[in-house]
């Protein structure tokens, strides 16, 4: 099995970091700030702002799908579209927890 140095990327993580070019197999790898990698949105800076917003606007487009399809909205009904369509997506982002890191006083 050959290496695929094309699905290789780099992420420099922070603001101080030197950014050196890395090569693998005389091939530059590619620079990224943004990568999802198991369902996960992950910034150069470690903030889930990205990952909250995509999550909500999801969230969003279901309720826009369930408010034009559904006729008859019988409170029962829309409470279990909710808990199982919106809910989920929203408690899996909280669930993740922040990525962002601790400033601790000195």
Known sequence: MLFSTSKCKVMHIGKS?????YYVNNQQLEE???????????????KVFQQCQSACSKATRI???VNRTIVFR???IM????????N???NTVQQRGPLTTVKTKN
């Open 63 to 65: 309720l826009g799908i």
């Open 17 to 21: 970091q030197n950014k050196y070019p």
């Open 79 to 86: 409470l279990r579209l909710y808990k199982s369509l919106v």
């Open 74 to 76: 019988h409170p029962d």
């Open 32 to 46: 990224v700030i943004q990568e999802k990698d198991l369902g996960i949105l992950i910034s150069n800076h470690l």
């Open 88 to 90: 989920l997506i929203l």
